[in-house]
Nanobody, 118 residues
Framework: QVQVMESGGGLVQPGGSTRLSCKVS???????????VAWYRQAPGRERELVAR???????DYTDSVKGRFSLSRDYTKKTVHLQMDSLRPEDTAVYYC?????????WGRGTQVTVSS
């Protein structure tokens, strides 16, 4: 069973930066090479929304509100996708979830809290 685990986050001041990591395990490299990894977030009282998506062999996608502030990178051998978050705003406060999509299923992590506050 593919496993997904997020790490990073915590309390960050407005204008600050943090990096989230999504580690995908129990997956062979040939499958990992074609796995899409997406970050979602859910703020209290709001629906879960797509933040950014790493597409193997293609450009990453970002929701408009984070373009120019967030960026994705993949460490292929460590089976990890990082979400670098800069110029953070209070409205970025949410639980951030990672989803790995293989050819046969979606696998979610349990989420990690990011709170942007002074």
């Amino acid at each position: 069973q593919v496993q997904v685990m997020e790490s990073g986050g915590g309390l960050v001041q407005p204008g600050g930066s943090t990096r989230l990591s999504c580690k995908v395990s129990q997956i062979i490299l040939s499958v990992w090479s074609t796995t899409t990894v997406a970050w979602y977030r859910q703020a209290p009282g709001r629906e879960r929304e797509l933040v950014a998506r790493f597409n193997p062999g293609a450009s990453a996608d970002y929701t408009d509100s984070v373009k120019g502030r967030f960026s994705l990178s993949r460490d292929y051998t460590k089976k990890t996708v990082h979400l670098q978050m800069d110029s953070l705003r209070p409205e970025d406060t949410a639980v951030y979830y990672c989803k790995a999509t293989t050819t046969w299923n979606d696998f979610w992590g349990r989420g990690t809290q990011v709170t942007v506050s002074s």
